[in-house]
């Protein structure tokens, strides 16, 4: 497990957080992985769709655990 990305919570040692969701790529190009899951409330469909698009172009392989 290398880190989250979480909007809600500030960048933090003790919790892994890498950052914001908008940081997907800027956190990929620094430390690359190979894997990726989304956990996001199903509400949030744009953001899903664009993490998937964002981790595929990079060759990331996205998983969804997705809840309501």
Do not use: M, W
């Not at 430390?31 to 996001?40: A, G, K, P």
């Not at 698009?53 to 655990?65: D, T």
């Amino acid at each position: 497990l290398i880190g989250f990305l979480d909007d809600k919570k500030q960048k933090s040692d003790r919790f892994n957080v890498l950052g914001n969701l908008s940081d997907f790529q800027e956190v990929y190009n620094l430390t690359q992985f190979d894997e990726v899951i989304i956990t996001l409330n199903l509400a949030h469909e744009n953001t899903i769709k664009l993490l998937v698009n964002i981790a595929e172009y990079n060759g990331v392989s996205p998983s969804i655990v997705a809840y309501y």
